[in-house]
């Protein structure tokens, strides 16, 4: 006898009526993929949770790799037996033993197979009895134990957990489709990628980089914090698109204080085309409102007018403080924080505009074109895969 099982509880995917197959699919296939390393494991998936069978594998190493996968709810590692009184009381007395520094213990079975002769309160007193003139030195307590064994009497088999891990929550990634998410070097848009995944989107990045005003060193730390995200869903796919030119250009063309925000509606035009070509259906930014000249309601007014493109903006009313906190937890932020130069950093003014105006912007731009330049970058953008396991080998897949 063992805890040979854990339980997977799915939360909020239960409310999801007749898209739940896919959920599950997809949750069942992230969970797969996370614990591929696992050999010896199975994962058994049914209507309202999941089941990974251990046959004998350490079951904490698998706890933390499920507990950061979005659409878990609560995690249990479990004992499973039949449903034979007498094996469900020698379990029980199994868990109580198996746990440390326990003296009070209190029994609450549920039974859900109504074929089981002896019905839930009743076998809460048949248990606990049992526990009590087995052993010395645990008494029950109701109200506060140091344990609780919770002993599900299912119709296929009963399962007795003692205690429920909190999982990461939210949607599992890929169940709400994809999202180009603008991937900068700082603190933000990696939390911002993070958020959408939560709510099961899946990632594909974009980022524009300068050289040689900006270095290889500050693609890397993209591509490092792309890895970070690969952490809590699949591989993601960075198009690294080469905005010097288009930079220069509006440097030479556009009065200062708008250049930032004209270098902006580039970049979204440049987004919203790659994203068409990949079949994307949104894009996701770092931006919170008022963090900086190009977060004010004006500028972003200004920059949004090139696109129709629906914008995830999950950080738009967060705080940088609890931008940080979240950044430290999924571990980005000692990569954000590397002092490498970023694309805007380099050309952007001293006093970018806080309040451009829509249409000073449109008519500074339509003195020029831009769209041979546009055309350029997109054709010249490297796609690189981002892997978990191992970042340095990323292939380039499309060099054009
Ligand atoms: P971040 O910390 O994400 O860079 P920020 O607070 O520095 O954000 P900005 O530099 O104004 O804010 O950028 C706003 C958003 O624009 C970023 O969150 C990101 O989504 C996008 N962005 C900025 N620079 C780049 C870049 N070089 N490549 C891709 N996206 C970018
Ligand atoms: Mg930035």
């Given at each position: 006898m063992d805890y040979d099982h854990i339980i997977v509880r799915y939360g909020e995917l239960?409310?999801?009526?007749?898209n739940r197959k896919i959920f599950t699919n997809k949750l069942h296939e992230n969970v797969a993929r996370k614990l591929?390393?696992?050999?010896?494991i199975k994962i058994k998936k049914t209507r309202d949770r999941m089941y990974?069978?251990?046959?004998?594998?350490?079951p904490n190493p698998i706890i933390d790799k499920c507990?950061?996968?979005?659409?878990?709810?609560s995690l249990s590692v479990a004992i499973k037996v039949e449903n034979d009184p007498d094996k469900i009381k020698e379990s029980a007395l199994f868990a109580l033993r198996e746990a440390?520094?326990?003296?009070t213990f209190k029994i609450t079975a549920k039974r859900v197979?109504?074929?089981?002769?002896?019905g839930s309160q009743e076998f809460n007193h048949v248990v606990g009895g049992y526990i009590l003139s087995s052993t010395t030195g645990y008494t029950v307590d109701?109200?506060?134990?140091?344990i609780e064994l919770h002993i599900e009497i299912r119709n296929e088999a009963t399962y007795i957990t003692s205690k429920r891990i909190l999982g990461a929550g939210?949607?599992?990634?890929?169940s709400s489709g994809k999202t180009l998410l603008l991937l900068?070097?700082?603190?933000?848009s990696p939390v911002a990628g993070y958020l959408a995944m939560k709510r099961g989107v899946q990632i594909e990045a974009i980022h524009f980089h300068s050289p040689p005003y900006t270095s290889d060193r500050a693609k890397q730390k993209v591509f490092d914090l792309a890895e970070k995200l690969t952490n809590y869903g699949d591989k993601i796919k960075i198009h690294v698109v080469p905005f010097t030119k288009l930079q220069q250009k509006i440097h030479r063309d556009i009065p200062y204080g708008y250049s930032m925000t004209v270098m902006r509606r580039m970049m979204m035009k440049i987004s919203e085309q790659i994203a068409r070509n990949e079949g994307i259906l949104s894009l996701t930014t770092g931006e919170s409102l008022g963090?900086?000249?190009?977060?004010t309601m004006e500028s972003m007014h200004a920059i949004n007018e090139v696109t129709n493109y629906p914008i995830i903006r999950?950080?738009?009313?967060?705080d940088k403080t609890e931008i940080m906190h979240i950044s430290e937890n999924i571990n980005a932020y000692e990569i954000s924080i590397r002092p490498y130069e970023d694309c805007c950093t380099v050309f952007v003014?001293?006093?970018?505009?806080?309040?451009?105006k829509t249409d000073k912007v449109v008519y500074f731009e339509?003195?020029?074109?831009?769209q041979e330049e546009i055309e350029e970058a997109i054709k010249n953008k490297e796609t690189v895969e981002i892997t978990q396991e191992n970042n340095m080998e990323n292939e380039f897949i499309d060099l054009l």
């Open positions: 239960a409310l999801k009526g007749r591929k390393d696992h050999a010896k990974i069978i251990l046959n004998g594998e350490d507990k950061v996968i979005f659409g878990i709810q440390e520094k326990v003296k197979d109504k074929n089981f002769p002896i109701v109200h506060n134990p140091d939210g949607l599992p990634v890929g900068s070097g700082g603190i933000d963090q900086v000249a190009s977060q999950p950080l738009i009313t967060m003014p001293a006093s970018p505009k806080t309040k451009p339509s003195n020029y074109d831009y």
